[in-house]
């Protein structure tokens, strides 16, 4: 069982930067991809990013390509999601996610196994 804890969401203004986090605690994530998900009230969970197990492979949702970035750090068992030039419409619940069969970077929800319980982020205009 994988427990997974998003940090680092919060209110920005337009234009502006966030760095969320996903700390995993009960197994090692070194061999699960990762993802990043966000919903917004009213709206189907949309994939955002997602990272392979080795980190050699990354995939983007197109409305964050260019000014989001996935990362992480096996070592520390976290994932990272760089969030630059912040839009309203960026305003959501992020959700990481960990997925235990992936060779790639999955866009697909249903592909991943575990969730965390989402960190909030509010963009002004």
């Known amino acids: 069982q994988v427990q997974l804890v998003e940090s680092g969401g919060g209110l920005v203004q337009a234009g502006g930067s966030l760095r969320l986090s996903c700390a995993a605690s009960?197994?090692?994530?070194?061999?699960?991809?990762m993802g990043w998900f966000r919903q917004a009230p009213g709206k189907e969970r949309e994939f955002v990013a997602a990272?392979?197990?080795?980190?050699?492979?990354?995939n983007y949702g197109d409305s964050v390509k260019g000014r989001f970035t996935i990362s992480r750090d096996n070592a520390k068992n976290t994932v990272y999601l760089q969030m630059n030039s912040l839009l309203p419409e960026d305003t959501a619940v992020y959700y990481c996610a960990a997925d235990n069969s992936a060779w790639g970077a999955p866009r697909a929800p249903d592909e991943y196994d575990y969730w965390g319980q989402g960190t909030q982020v509010t963009v002004s205009s």
């Open positions: 009960g197994r090692t994530l070194s061999r699960y991809a």
């Open positions: 990272i392979s197990w080795r980190g050699g492979s990354t």
